[in-house]
């Protein structure tokens, strides 16, 4: 038996563990975190290169 669209489970596709959206909750936080670390560090090497 085939399941239908509508009852099949889906997994984050970053953890593979159960979620009803593509990437979880936490997972999303998670690379929210790093991408805002990550434009913090870009922002702040800029200044620290624009003063010499």
Do not use: F, L, W, Y
């Amino acid at each position: 038996m085939v399941e239908s669209p509508a009852k099949k489970k889906h997994c984050c596709s970053v953890c593979a563990k159960p979620s009803e959206t593509i990437i979880c909750q936490r997972c999303e936080e998670k690379i929210r975190g790093e991408v805002v670390d990550k434009k913090r560090n870009i922002e702040k090497a800029g200044k620290t290169d624009s003063s010499h």
